[in-house]
Protein backbone atom coordinates (compact mmCIF):
# COMPACT_ATOMS: atom_id res chain seq x y z
CA UNK A 1 0.00 0.00 0.00
CA UNK A 2 2.72 2.33 0.92
CA UNK A 3 4.26 1.78 -2.55
CA UNK A 4 0.91 3.00 -4.56
CA UNK A 5 0.97 6.09 -2.54
CA UNK A 6 4.74 7.04 -3.21
CA UNK A 7 3.52 6.80 -6.96
CA UNK A 8 0.76 8.79 -6.37
CA UNK A 9 2.57 11.67 -4.81
CA UNK A 10 5.83 11.13 -7.52
CA UNK A 11 2.80 11.89 -10.13
CA UNK A 12 1.64 15.06 -8.57
CA UNK A 13 5.30 16.52 -8.44
CA UNK A 14 6.27 16.09 -11.94
CA UNK A 15 4.54 18.11 -15.10
CA UNK A 16 2.76 15.60 -17.50
CA UNK A 17 5.22 13.67 -20.26
CA UNK A 18 3.79 15.85 -23.59
CA UNK A 19 3.93 19.03 -21.68
CA UNK A 20 7.78 18.50 -20.88
CA UNK A 21 8.15 17.27 -25.11
CA UNK A 22 6.88 20.38 -26.25
CA UNK A 23 6.90 23.03 -23.99
CA UNK A 24 3.56 25.63 -23.64
CA UNK A 25 4.46 28.40 -26.37
CA UNK A 26 3.88 25.83 -29.48
CA UNK A 27 1.07 24.92 -28.03
CA UNK A 28 -0.43 28.59 -27.31
CA UNK A 29 0.96 29.34 -30.96
CA UNK A 30 -0.97 25.78 -31.96
CA UNK A 31 -4.32 27.23 -30.32
CA UNK A 32 -4.02 30.96 -31.24
CA UNK A 33 -3.33 30.19 -34.54
CA UNK A 34 -6.57 28.73 -35.13
CA UNK A 35 -8.40 30.94 -33.37
CA UNK A 36 -10.97 33.23 -35.16
CA UNK A 37 -10.12 37.09 -33.87
CA UNK A 38 -12.21 39.80 -35.05
CA UNK A 39 -10.83 42.94 -36.04
CA UNK A 40 -11.23 45.66 -33.28
CA UNK A 41 -11.71 49.27 -35.16
CA UNK A 42 -10.73 50.66 -31.68
CA UNK A 43 -7.27 49.07 -31.77
CA UNK A 44 -5.44 51.58 -34.18
CA UNK A 45 -7.34 54.91 -32.13
CA UNK A 46 -5.23 53.04 -28.96
CA UNK A 47 -2.25 52.49 -30.92
CA UNK A 48 -2.10 56.10 -32.36
CA UNK A 49 -2.41 57.30 -28.95
CA UNK A 50 -0.02 55.37 -26.97
CA UNK A 51 2.13 56.36 -29.71
CA UNK A 52 1.49 59.85 -29.75
CA UNK A 53 2.04 59.81 -26.15
CA UNK A 54 4.82 58.50 -25.59
CA UNK A 55 6.49 59.93 -29.04
CA UNK A 56 8.02 56.64 -29.90
CA UNK A 57 7.05 54.34 -32.46
CA UNK A 58 4.61 51.05 -31.23
CA UNK A 59 6.44 48.18 -29.69
CA UNK A 60 7.23 45.95 -32.21
CA UNK A 61 6.42 41.28 -31.26
CA UNK A 62 8.10 39.47 -29.65
CA UNK A 63 8.86 42.30 -27.61
CA UNK A 64 5.52 43.85 -27.72
CA UNK A 65 4.04 40.56 -25.83
CA UNK A 66 5.59 41.85 -22.57
CA UNK A 67 3.71 44.37 -20.30
CA UNK A 68 7.01 45.75 -19.68
CA UNK A 69 7.82 47.10 -23.26
CA UNK A 70 4.65 48.99 -23.07
CA UNK A 71 5.11 50.29 -19.13
CA UNK A 72 8.63 51.69 -19.65
CA UNK A 73 7.96 54.80 -21.72
CA UNK A 74 5.19 56.41 -19.01
CA UNK A 75 7.99 54.63 -16.49
CA UNK A 76 11.09 57.04 -17.68
CA UNK A 77 8.62 59.95 -18.03
CA UNK A 78 7.65 59.38 -14.51
CA UNK A 79 11.50 59.52 -13.42
CA UNK A 80 12.35 62.31 -15.52
CA UNK A 81 9.27 64.44 -14.13
CA UNK A 82 9.96 63.28 -10.22
CA UNK A 83 13.61 63.65 -10.69
CA UNK A 84 12.90 67.32 -12.51
CA UNK A 85 10.77 68.15 -9.39
CA UNK A 86 13.86 68.34 -7.03
CA UNK A 87 16.24 71.72 -7.88
CA UNK A 88 19.16 70.02 -5.42
CA UNK A 89 21.48 67.62 -6.77
CA UNK A 90 21.84 66.14 -3.57
CA UNK A 91 18.38 64.63 -3.59
CA UNK A 92 18.21 63.86 -7.09
CA UNK A 93 21.12 61.30 -6.51
CA UNK A 94 19.74 60.13 -3.54
CA UNK A 95 16.58 59.68 -4.96
CA UNK A 96 18.22 57.95 -8.03
CA UNK A 97 20.08 55.56 -5.24
CA UNK A 98 16.59 54.85 -3.58
CA UNK A 99 15.11 53.74 -7.43
CA UNK A 100 17.82 50.99 -8.07
CA UNK A 101 17.14 49.60 -4.78
Known sequence: MEDWESVELLCLHFPPFWLLLRGTLDLQNEILANAVVPEDARVADYEAEWSSLHST???????????????????AADKTLILSSFSDSCHQTMLLLKATN
Open 57 to 75: PLPQFPASAKQAVWNAPAI
